[in-house]
């Protein structure tokens, strides 16, 4: 689409996807699954604005006479120059994690300036929750590795559905309280269920290929 003069496009990945694209000013975005990019065809003079549903993460080409910024449902991201990971899935928790330079973020509650190893959440009234994080693992998810950590079940069906588009059906209600940790490199679903079957004892059936049962009961 067109604003002022300015044609928009569209960047969107279906679950179990992912994208790399480089904007026009040199910065690369790596998009997760389930999430959109919306960015110029060429930024303003002034700044260099896109949107984000999803998680993404950027490394962008630093610029200090115009702030480069992401706008998301509940929140803005600002930078001049600098790589971080945005989270601003509607069904999830809303962050930003940072790897190098400085973050300012903004929603209608608050704001927060970010450093390397830090991360804000974004509850849904807008408050903010910052906290010393080891930034790595929090967007590791675009070289394709998975890292639980006391994980819910709840949680590891969004993982599982951004990074392989495969839902979890007819989950067996005993296995609410299970907490899954690992870490996966590579790894193909199959290979995912059969350690945490083996490491917590669920059982799981493939109803088709997009589509999981889990059963049975977790040890504890």
């Known amino acids: ?119 804000v959440v974004i509850s849904e009234n807008g408050m903010m929750d910052l906290k010393d994080v080891v930034a790595s693992s929090m967007y590791n998810w675009k070289d394709n590795v998975i890292e639980l950590d006391n994980t819910s079940i709840s949680d590891l069906a969004k993982i599982v559905r951004r990074q392989y588009g495969v839902d979890f059906v007819n989950v067996n209600n005993s296995l609410n309280d299970c907490k899954f940790s690992g870490k996966f490199n590579n790894a193909t679903i199959a290979e995912v269920l059969e350690s945490l079957k083996y490491m917590n004892g669920i059982e799981y059936h493939f109803v088709d290929s997009s589509k999981v049962e889990l059963l049975g009961s977790c040890h504890k």
């Open 1 to 119: 689409y067109a604003t002022n003069s300015t044609a928009y496009y569209t960047l969107a990945t279906k679950d179990g996807q992912k994208a790399d694209i480089t904007l026009s000013d040199g910065t690369v975005v790596t998009l997760n699954g389930g999430s959109v990019l919306k960015y110029p065809k060429s930024f303003s003079s002034d700044n260099r604005k896109v949107s984000l549903e999803g998680e993404a993460f950027f490394n962008v080409t630093k610029d200090k006479s115009r702030p480069f910024i992401i706008q998301s449902p509940q929140f803005n991201t600002t930078v001049l120059g600098t790589s971080f990971n945005v989270r601003a899935y509607s069904d999830d928790v809303q962050s930003v994690t940072v790897a190098t330079g400085k973050v300012y973020v903004q929603s209608d509650k608050a704001t927060a300036f970010i450093l390397p190893d830090q991360q």
